[in-house]
């Protein structure tokens, strides 16, 4: 192992080159004009694959952007690792906000800054470093190793779950991998344990049959941007626990020693508030923010609007108003159930004189937690901690990425995430960014893993 370290070590030249030129790609998957970028970046992670040494590499067709998979299968009666990873990118807007091109990358203070550098490109591209740098030194592997690499993950994955269907035979393992999340700090590595799930809604309210005179009506009719407000407002108590009744009859309370081991990580809470430019934190009471981000769940109003909001005055009762709402779920919700939960508590809380009309939006997914006894946390623990020099911490995630939950449901997999982007990368953001001083660190961890991956 020491001996590919090294490899991996004078090869730092030509993996910044790869880095640079996979993130020049606009793999923009929710824009139809970046097809054929879309098409490239696929080519191009295919070729990085067979360089590495994979003995089956293939770009599938689907019904939107490719599908990338190469596999090495050489290792008789050692685990199988499937490696999973995107290539597509957010859109760029607000391009203005960008203090350098999106997809000219450039390094400053020890970061290369591009779309895609930490989501999700930068990462996969170090497994595949990992595992060239083994190949090349040894000519073979510690273990058995699958890469899917998909193009939709930006929206929402519609076509993998069939894929992975299709495919069930030729992508069984005995674990994943992903590197789509973060390390708990500079220097602090992490181990992601939770998942929060999703469910979205969308909320009409309608009143009269056109927008009314304010000053004819006002008083008689019902106002459907008032009503919206106060059917939302009963979403929630004033200390920010869920006000519906039996939402939290599925949701199971964080044992005393994962509180503890929360409560144990290093939180600067008036440096978080600072961060994001407010005074305080405010969420249920009881739960400490990482508990309500991680282990809790939650109902967001992501946006409402109706009636009037140009410049000037406008007096008129409007005629409908709308909301879109998002449910994060802890383990025990599903959407389904939790969008049917809310969506009968507004229709209850209606008065007479309007009609409410919701519907569940598309994507979501189901929450997820890592049992800590699984012997792959173990590796993965002692990989990181001989790497970075110190213990990982037990993270969570308060958002989806709903692909565990598919590996789970259609692969019977147990998914290891371990990301290596710092917190302030900025993914979804203008000047995204990775580390490379973690890209370095965390290319050698990935070495390691296999290697105890493969021996445990």
Known sequence: MNTVLETLRSTQDLRMADLFAILQIPSISSHPQHADDMKACADAFAKLLQRAGMTATMVHTTPGHPIVTGSWLHAPGRPTLLIYGHYDVQPVDPLELWESAPFSPCIHHERIFARGAADDKGQILMHIHAVEAILKTHGCLPLNVIFLIEGEEEISSPNLPPFLIAEKTRLQADLAIVSDTSMWAEGIPAITASLRGLVALEVKVTGPDRDLHSGSFGGAVANPVEILARMLATLKDDQGSIAIPEFYADVQNPSLSRRQDVANIPFDETAYCRAIGIQSSWGEAGFSILERIWL??????????????????????????????????????????????????????????????????????????????????????????????????????????????DFERILSLKTLLVGFCLPDAKPHSPNENLHLPSFHTGTESLVRMMYYLGYS
């Open 296 to 405: 809790r769940p939650t109902i967001e109003i992501n946006g409402m609007w109706g009636g009037y909001s140009g410049p000037g005055v406008k007096t008129v009762l409007p005629a409908q108003a709308f909301a879109k709402l998002s449910m994060r779920l802890v383990c025990n919700q599903t959407p389904e159930a939790t969008a049917a939960l809310v969506a009968n508590h507004l229709r209850m809380v209606a008065p007479p004189g309007v009609t409410v009309e919701i519907n569940k939006l598309p994507g979501g997914g189901l929450p997820w937690h890592l049992s800590l006894d699984l012997p792959a946390v173990g590796a993965a623990r002692q990989a990181l901690a001989d790497s970075f020099g110190i213990q990982p911490v037990i993270i969570g995630e308060g958002a989806s990425i709903p692909i565990v939950a």
